[in-house]
């Protein structure tokens, strides 16, 4: 039994938990992340996201077992390769989603539980039917990456009503990770033998358009998140009850970009991209430009009040 749990956690992918940290997105914004009961309730969110995730995951697995035995990777997780029993692996998978969306309904809004199911119905629905669907694919994953960080903004809501989630920062979200969907898929196609008999959608990608879904989501992505920066600097204060905005968050637009075009490189001269959290946790320049990034994010946010206090 033991042996089970060990491969049940395995098959939830615990290395692909990182792309809920987005959830924390809002709160960092919005100088939140210093208020512990903020960070409790974002806690219990991230937790509660891991668990969908994993939900997901161990669904996706169990629909294509046969299709990930021809996968060079794939082919040893834990439920194509026999070691977890799929019926085992079904019936916690169910269990597991039920436990968590108790969990929010008792200690987070409504809200957040409604945007937690939705949630987990769009990737219900990309396990059993979207993901076959060429450019609806890539399009429903970079829409549960919007939904992680509408999950931290209605957390907010809950202490701080007056904050709204910014068009320019969920559009920065969606082609923030369309681009990391469009590379998976390009690598996928490229340089994985029987690609096309693992994944149904790749049959009606090309080369071609999975660069320009690229090149068009990396722009996008620079664009939203630049129009982002000066929209808190000169919108934000019009609004009434807003909270005070980050100033010369404009200054971190540089970082974006180095870090979009070091993915780029990455994808094209060395033929990664096709796992997102592993290029995120190996590769030494990506990460130094991301740590740099938040440095700047939090000291902008949080040493703005010193400053004006000392003068």
């Known amino acids: 039994m033991l042996i089970q749990l060990k491969y049940l956690i395995q098959?939830?992918?615990?290395?692909?938990?990182?792309?809920?940290?987005?959830?924390?997105?809002?709160?960092?914004?919005?100088?939140?992340?210093d208020d512990i009961n903020i960070l409790k309730s974002l806690g219990i969110g991230f937790f509660v996201f891991c668990m969908i995730s994993g939900v997901i995951y161990i669904i996706n697995d169990w629909m294509d077992k046969e299709k990930d035995k021809l996968h060079p990777e794939k082919r040893y997780r834990p439920i194509a390769s026999g070691l977890l029993n799929s019926h085992f692996a079904?019936?916690?998978?169910?269990?597991?989603?039920?436990?968590?969306?108790?969990?929010?309904?008792i200690t987070l809004s409504r809200l957040t539980v409604y945007v937690i199911f939705s949630y987990l119905l769009i990737n219900l629905l990309y396990s059993f039917w979207l993901k076959h669907i060429v450019?609806?694919?890539i399009n429903n994953i970079a829409i549960g990456f919007v939904l992680r960080v509408l999950g931290g903004v209605v957390i907010l809501k809950k202490f701080t009503p007056a904050?709204?989630?910014?068009p320019w920062l969920l559009l920065c979200t969606y082609f923030l990770a369309?681009?990391?969907?469009?590379?998976?898929?390009?690598?996928e196609l490229l340089y994985i033998d029987s690609g096309v008999n693992h994944r149904k959608s790749l049959k009606d990608y090309s080369e071609e358009l999975i660069d320009s879904i690229l090149s068009v989501a990396a722009s996008a992505s620079i664009i939203c998140y630049s129009l982002y920066t000066v929209f808190i600097e000169f919108a934000f204060?019009?609004?009434k009850s807003s909270p005070e905005p980050i100033h010369n968050l404009y200054f971190t637009v540089p970082l974006v970009v180095v870090a979009i075009l070091r993915?780029?490189?990455?994808?094209?001269?060395?033929q990664e991209g096709g796992s997102p959290e592993k290029v995120l946790l190996t590769d030494r320049p990506l990460q130094l430009v991301i740590f740099i990034w938040v440095l700047m994010v939090v000291g902008l946010a949080y040493m703005q009040p010193y400053v004006q206090e000392m003068e």
Request: charged fraction near 20%; hydrophobic fraction near 60%.
């Open 237 to 239: 204060p019009k609004l």
């Open 90 to 105: 079904l019936v916690s998978s169910i269990l597991i989603a039920v436990f968590s969306i108790c969990l929010a309904w």
């Open 163 to 166: 904050i709204e989630a910014s």
């Open 178 to 187: 369309l681009f990391l969907a469009a590379a998976k898929r390009r690598h």
């Open 135 to 137: 450019i609806v694919d």
């Open 11 to 33: 098959e939830m992918r615990p290395k692909q938990w990182t792309k809920n940290l987005f959830i924390f997105a809002a709160a960092m914004f919005t100088r939140k992340l």
């Open 263 to 270: 993915y780029k490189f990455l994808i094209f001269n060395r």
